[in-house]
Nanobody, 125 residues
Framework: QVQLVESGGGLVQAGGSLRLSCAAS????????MGWFRQAPGKEREFVGAISWSGGSTNYADSVKGRFTISRDNFKNTVYLQMDSLKPEDTAVYYCAAAMTGQNSDHPWGDFGSWGQGTQVTVSS
């Protein structure tokens, strides 16, 4: 099973940007679709976006569409979440997750069975 470690979280003012990274190890990274999720205090974990194994297909939650961009580098075994035009309501712990899809399907979704430990993003108003 792949192991995931997120980094890049921090404190930023509203309107600012952050880029999160998620480094994978222990598996063949290009066999996995990758997703980003977040959990705000007192709320359930919610889907942010996902990217297929090739990077050719992405999917985003409506709340972040047009502001967040997911990309991946299969040579570096890393997936990224570029967050622009941040809002206070984006404050949450952000998690990356991996779904084994193989390379026959290029859908940005799957059974996300491996999770990172999360990284805190705080957006001040």
């Amino acid at each position: 099973q792949v192991q995931l470690v997120e980094s890049g979280g921090g404190l930023v003012q509203a309107g600012g940007s952050l880029r999160l990274s998620c480094a994978a190890s222990g598996g063949t990274f290009s066999n996995y679709a990758m997703g980003w999720f977040r959990q705000a205090p007192g709320k359930e974990r919610e889907f942010v976006g996902a990217i297929s194994w090739s990077g050719g297909s992405t999917n985003y939650a409506d709340s972040v569409k047009g502001r967040f961009t997911i990309s991946r580098d299969n040579f570096k075994n890393t997936v990224y979440l570029q967050m622009d035009s941040l809002k206070p309501e984006d404050t949450a712990v952000y998690y990356c997750a991996a779904a084994m899809t193989g390379q026959n399907s290029d859908h940005p979704w799957g059974d996300f069975g491996s999770w990172g430990q999360g990284t805190q993003v705080t957006v001040s108003s």
